[in-house]
């Protein structure tokens, strides 16, 4: 249903906007953080998730034909942009509210947001609403503008690229790693897919898998998702299984990491991570630093009445 607001015309998402969020997006990163963020290919995936609806999960604010703010919930996650021309109006607030009355209609029991701590505006928005810091995240960056050490895996573990057939064996490594996180929201084998190997810019040769030799040929044990992102790798997922931690796998498969990006002609790589995982360290004395910061707000919704 197409409303009016302020002047504004608003109505769900279709699967067509999906450019016009993209860029709506971009725009807004540049002009908080300095830099884009967001790819087409990262859209593409979060979209084509089975459970993300365009129509249900997601709203769009238009001066004529063109987006000026939109908001998404991507399960207990809520993202709002507003674009740089459009600040101060008040699209900020009134889509903090539309996700919060949509979560509740969608059955969700709390609702969520990432911000970057630079965007004040944003921050301010949601503590006044009453949302509560949950935790921080960060992006890390490693400079290389020289030859990257050359990997070195334990005995007995061998860095490789991933092979059809071993989407189950990566998947539970990664799913099991993640789900220690406190409060985070466990993901179906389809939803991983979506998000990782299904994704637009997949490339098998940049899915790094450490395996573990056996009696019986080897045992998946620590995995590393790479993105080619315009000027350095990206390591959209790092993992590890519990019982192999501290023998130095985590480590290759990061030391592998920058010798790509290296190699691909880029002088630096980068990742994400958030203090749940007690990764920070680790990444620090590989030579990483912080580069953004981010901050997780989240408001519990009111029980509904049931049906």
């Keep these: 249903m197409t409303e ?13 906007d999906i450019d016009a ?41 238009f001066s004529g034909d063109r987006l000026v703010a939109a908001g998404q919930i991507y399960d207990q996650r809520a993202e709002v942009y507003v674009h740089p021309s459009a600040t101060g109006q008040g699209l900020g607030s009134w889509l903090r509210a539309w996700t919060e009355r949509r979560a509740g209609e969608l059955g969700l029991t709390a609702i969520g947001q990432t911000v970057p701590d630079q965007n004040l505006a944003a921050v301010r928005i949601l503590r006044d609403a009453g949302y509560q810091v949950r935790h921080t995240s960060w992006i890390l960056r490693i400079d290389h503008p020289d030859r990257p050490d050359e990997p070195r895996p334990p005995e007995g573990v061998q860095i490789r690229h991933f092979r ?21 929201t ?12 299904d994704r637009d810019d997949f490339v098998a040769e940049d899915f790094l898998l450490a395996e573990q030799r056996t009696g019986h040929g080897g045992e998946i044990v ?6 080619d992102d315009r000027d350095e790798m990206w390591v959209h997922q790092l993992a590890v299984a519990r019982e192999h931690r501290g023998r130095g796998i985590a480590r290759a498969l990061l030391q592998e990491t920058f010798r790509r990006s290296f190699e691909r002609g880029y002088t630096m790589s980068g990742l994400s991570t958030d203090s749940r995982t007690g990764a920070l360290t ?9 580069r953004l910061s981010f901050t997780r707000y989240e408001m519990a919704l009111p029980a509904r009445p049931a049906a």
């Design 4 to 16: 009016t607001l302020r002047g504004y015309t608003v109505r769900p998402h279709v699967p067509e």
């Design 21 to 61: 969020v993209t860029e709506l997006i971009a725009a807004v990163e540049l002009d908080v953080v300095g830099e884009e963020l967001v790819t087409r290919a990262d859209m593409t995936a979060l979209w084509g998730v089975d459970d993300f609806d365009p129509q249900r999960h997601g709203v769009g604010i």
């Design 164 to 184: 059809p057939g071993d989407e189950q064996a990566a998947y539970q490594v990664i799913e099991t790693a993640f789900n220690e996180w406190p409060g985070r």
């Design 186 to 197: 466990p993901s179906t084998f389809a939803q991983w897919r979506a998000t990782s190997i």
């Design 222 to 227: 620590g995995a590393a998702l790479l993105i």
């Design 282 to 290: 680790l990444y620090e004395k590989l030579g990483m630093s912080v």
